[in-house]
T-cell receptor, first 114, second 115 residues
Framework: ETGVTQTPRHLVMGMTNKKSLKCEQHLGHNAMYWYKQSAKKPLELMFVYNFKEQTENNSVPSRFSPECPNSSHLFLHLHTLQPEDSALYLC?????????????FGPGTRLTVL | AQKVTQAQTEISVVEKEDVTLDCVYETRDTTYYLFWYKQPPSGELVFLIRRNSFDEQNEISGRYSWNFQKSTSSFNFTITASQVVDSAVYFCALNVGNAGNMLTFGGGTRLMVKP
């Protein structure tokens, strides 16, 4: 595997379900991100992890819960979601240091909440 | 606060035409980075270019070129001799020096290249 992978690619869930999205980066990066992309809004940054520590939580509702067990893996745990949470969820990684470097994105998980 | 505006929501061209995608940014910081990404129908964003605020040189990479103008706060992207495979949504993004590694994205421009 190369780059950034995400599973599952598609997910349909009811509002009472609990599910998790998984992201894995094979690039040796030290920062990982979750973004939400919905039809009506620009790409929204949800969470940032630097060296496994969460450094940003962009006012995301608590029904989204991130987990970063190591620098290569990032999860997004979902519970009691709402239909308006249906969107494409993108994971990204980057190597951060003195300069800001480009982020590399995975293919996304298309989430539908019924 | 920072902001990125991509005023063109959709552009349609015929193959082999040149097309320019506009990006205007707002920031009070003097140190910042600008990016362009391509999002094909498959969904993942593909990095195209990064430019820092101290480097105003324009760049050319094959059929792609970028025009960075600090005086107008613009970072426009031109595709020369467009091809059907260029059809995608293109995003411009901004990072300011004191915002860590957070990116602010524009709304994107959907480019459709017809054969």
């Amino acid at each position: 595997e190369t780059g950034v992978t995400q599973t599952p690619r598609h997910l349909v869930m009811g509002m009472t379900n609990k599910k998790s999205l998984k992201c894995e980066q094979h690039l040796g990066h030290n920062a990982m991100y979750w973004y939400k992309q919905s039809a009506k809004k620009p790409l929204e940054l949800m969470f940032v992890y630097n060296f496994k520590e969460q450094t940003e939580n962009n006012s995301v509702p608590s029904r989204f819960s991130p987990e970063c067990p190591n620098s290569s893996h990032l999860f997004l745990h979902l519970h009691t979601l709402q239909p308006e949470d249906s969107a494409l969820y993108l994971c990204a990684s980057s190597q951060e240091g003195r300069a800001v470097n480009e982020q590399f994105f995975g293919p996304g998980t298309r989430l539908t909440v019924l | 606060a920072q902001k990125v505006t991509q005023a063109q929501t959709e552009i349609s061209v015929v193959e082999k035409e040149d097309v320019t995608l506009d990006c205007v940014y707002e920031t009070r910081d003097t140190t910042y980075y600008l990016f362009w990404y391509k999002q094909p129908p498959s969904g993942e964003l593909v990095f195209l270019i990064r430019r820092n605020s101290f480097d105003e040189q324009n760049e050319i990479s094959g059929r792609y070129s970028w025009n960075f103008q600090k005086s107008t706060s613009s970072f426009n992207f031109t595709i020369t001799a467009s091809q059907v495979v260029d059809s995608a949504v293109y995003f411009c993004a901004l990072n300011v020096g004191n915002a860590g590694n957070m990116l602010t994205f524009g709304g994107g421009t959907r480019l459709m290249v017809k054969p």
